[in-house]
C-alpha cells in the first residue's frame, strides 16, 4: 500500500507520520522508540538487512525516487509506505532525509545470554559505550574481524537507535547481540558459559594484546570501557585478564572502536593445539 501526502503544510503534521517524527532529538527517541517496541532504519540497504534477519517493518517513509526499491525489499506485505516529498520528510524528520528511506521497524524481543553466547568463541562486550557512533562502529569490526556475538551492558547506547545502525552498515542485524545485565550476574553468566573475561585496559598487570593472542582461552570474552574514563572498577574486578595494545608515539590509547577492531582481529583465532 502506497499512502500520499502530496503537500508540504498538510502532511507533516499527520498523526500516520509519527514514527518519524523528531529524529535528531536524541533524549525523546531514547524514550519513544524502547517503549513503543520501535526503531529507525535508514536507507534501503539498512531496510533490506533489517528485513533479511527477520525484523518487521510498521511503516516506511520515502521520496518517489526510491519507491521501487522499497517495494521489492518489501515483497507483499501489507506494510505502509508514505510518498512524500523531500520538504515534508525534512519538516517530519527534523534533518534532510538523503538516504532514500526510513523505515519504523518492530523491536524484537532480546534474547538471554545464554542464547546468544552459546556457540560463540569471542565475544565483544561494550560497557557503557554512550556514544552511538562508536557503537555502530564496534559492531561493525565484531562483524568483519570475527566476533561471534556483542553483548551491551544496561547503560550502554541502543544499538537499534538511527545512528548506531547507520555506522554499522547495519551489521548490528547480523551479529547476535543482547543486554548483559550488571557485572555481578553478567560475570557469573559468562563464566558458566565458559567464557575467560578480559579487560581491555591500561594496568600495571595487563598482559600485552600480542601475548594474550598467543596463548588465549577457548573462550573469550573482550571487554570495552567507556570513550571517557574507560573500564569501570567492577568490571575490572568482574575480569580474569587485563590485555592491553602496546602504544607509541606518546599516545596511551584508540578510539574504543578502533581498539575493538584491532584486538578482535588478534584474537581471531585460538592458537593452534
Same mark, same amino acid.
Given at each position: 500500500m ?9 502532511g ?5 507520520l ?15 522508540e ?17 528485513c ?18 522499497i517495494?521489492?525489499?518489501l ?7 508514505y ?9 517530519v ?9 526510513l523505515?519504523?521497524?518492530?523491536r ?5 545470554v545464554?542464547?546468544?553466547?552459546v ?21 561493525r569490526a !565484531? #562483524?568483519?574481524?570475527?566476533?561471534d556475538?556483542v @553483548? =551491551?551492558?544496561?547503560r550502554?547506547? /541502543?544499538?537499534l537507535? $538511527? ?17 548483559l ?6 560475570a557469573?553468566?559468562?563464566h558458566?558459559?565458559g567464557f ?9 598487570d ?6 594474550? !593472542? #598467543?596463548?588465549?582461552?577457548d573462550r573469550?570474552a @573482550? =571487554?570495552?570501557?567507556?570513550?571517557? /574514563?574507560g573500564l569501570? $572498577?567492577?568490571a ?7 590485555v ?5 608515539g606518546g ?17 581471531r583465532h585460538p592458537?593452534?593445539?
Amino acid at each position: 500500500m502506497v499512502s500520499y501526502a502530496p503537500r508540504t503544510d498538510i502532511g507533516c503534521r499527520r498523526p500516520r507520520l509519527d514514527d518519524f517524527r523528531h529524529l535528531t532529538d536524541v533524549a525523546l527517541r531514547r524514550v519513544q522508540e524502547p517503549a513503543g517496541g520501535l526503531y529507525i532504519a535508514e536507507s534501503a540497504k539498512v531496510i533490506a538487512r533489517a528485513c533479511a534477519a527477520g525484523h518487521r517493518p510498521r511503516a516506511v517513509l520515502t521520496q518517489q525516487r526510491w519507491v521501487d526499491g522499497i517495494r521489492e525489499i518489501l515483497g507483499e506485505t501489507d506494510t505502509p509506505v508514505y510518498l512524500v516529498p523531500d520538504a515534508v520528510a525534512e519538516a517530519v524528520t527534523g534533518y534532510a532525509v538523503h538516504r532514500g528511506a526510513l523505515a519504523s521497524m518492530h523491536r524484537p524481543e532480546l534474547p538471554s545470554v545464554a542464547e546468544v553466547v552459546v556457540d560463540a568463541a569471542l565475544v565483544l562486550v561494550l560497557e557503557d559505550i554512550v556514544d552511538h557512533t562508536n557503537v555502530g562502529a564496534a559492531f561493525r569490526a !565484531a #562483524a568483519g574481524l570475527g566476533a561471534d556475538a556483542v @553483548l =551491551v551492558t544496561p547503560r550502554c547506547a /541502543d544499538p537499534l537507535y $538511527r545512528r548506531s545502525v547507520r555506522v554499522s552498515m547495519g551489521t548490528v542485524f547480523q551479529v547476535p547481540w543482547t543486554r548483559l545485565p550488571e557485572w555481578d550476574e553478567g560475570a557469573e553468566q559468562l563464566h558458566a558459559a565458559g567464557f575467560e573475561i578480559a579487560a581491555l585496559a591500561l594496568s600495571d598487570d595487563a598482559v600485552t594484546l600480542d601475548a594474550y !593472542a #598467543a596463548r588465549r582461552p577457548d573462550r573469550v570474552a @573482550l =571487554v570495552m570501557g567507556t570513550e571517557g /574514563d574507560g573500564l569501570s $572498577r567492577k568490571a575490572l574486578a568482574a575480569s580474569d585478564r587485563v590485555v592491553t595494545i602496546p602504544m607509541g608515539g606518546g599516545v596511551d590509547s584508540l578510539n574504543v572502536a578502533s581498539a575493538a577492531a584491532v584486538a578482535l582481529w588478534a584474537l581471531r583465532h585460538p592458537p593452534a593445539s
